[in-house]
């Protein structure tokens, strides 16, 4: 069965360091996205990524973020200037029709910020 | 604003015997709703959805979940329960407002169960 995956697992990094956090989902899936969850809080929605441009983000995805689909099987997130706060599991997840209902998560990265 | 509430941290329940796992949901219009699991590291898996139609919605691994406009619900159920279904369950909303498939999730309750 596909899956999406995501590399890597675990990234530590210092404060104010750029981090790329890579995703390969569905080969046939269109559409993409990203959500974090913080150690102990919800999983919220980051951004939504479309026909190579952001179709939708939250406010949480701000300008020190960023979103790319660099060739025909990655999707990355970069963080430009790393905070504390941005600690969290960050999970890719993709869909082959915009009105498909069924979103396939990646086992996520957790990313540390020391 | 919208939202969704998963109102337990953690179901206990014993082998064989039903389980519910709540949720709520605070959103305009006519939502979508998902059920999601994910098992220790591991990603979100799928596991039932309600679009429109009949209430009671069947999924995967014996789930079903049942939803209720009234009182805003839609409770994921299993009629008897399996030591390997102890997971942590994400309830999820995606808004009916046209826009591109976002999810809003719940907490998230840890299912246990017991031999």
């Known amino acids: 069965e596909p899956e999406v995956t995501q590399t890597p697992s675990h990234q530590v990094t210092q404060m104010g360091q750029e981090v790329i956090l890579r995703c390969v989902p569905i080969?046939?899936?269109?559409?993409f996205y990203w959500y974090r969850q913080i150690l102990g809080q919800k999983v919220e929605f980051l951004v939504s990524?479309?026909?190579?441009?952001?179709?939708?983000k939250s406010e949480i995805f701000d300008d020190q973020f960023s979103v790319e689909r660099p060739d025909g099987s990655n999707f990355t997130l970069k963080i430009r200037s790393t905070k504390l706060e941005d600690s969290a599991m960050y999970f890719c997840a993709s869909s082959d029709l915009r009105d498909s209902h069924e979103q396939y998560f990646g086992p996520g990265t957790r990313l540390t910020v020391t | 604003a919208q939202s969704v509430a998963q109102p337990e941290d953690q179901v206990n329940v014993a082998e064989g015997n039903p389980l519910t796992v709540k949720c709520t949901y605070s959103v305009s219009g006519n939502p979508y709703l998902f059920w999601y699991v994910q098992y220790p590291n591991r990603g979100l898996q799928f596991l039932l959805k309600?679009?429109?139609?009949?209430?009671l919605v069947k999924g995967s691994y014996g789930f079903e979940a049942e939803f209720n406009k009234s009182q805003t619900s839609f409770h994921l159920k299993k009629p008897s329960a399996l030591v390997s279904d102890s997971a942590l369950y994400f309830c999820a909303v995606r808004p009916f407002s046209g826009g591109y498939n976002k999810l809003i999730f719940g907490a998230g309750t840890r299912l246990a169960v017991h031999p």
């Open positions: 309600y679009i429109t139609g009949d209430n």
């Open positions: 990524f479309y026909n190579n441009e952001i179709s939708e």
């Open positions: 080969s046939n899936h269109l559409y």
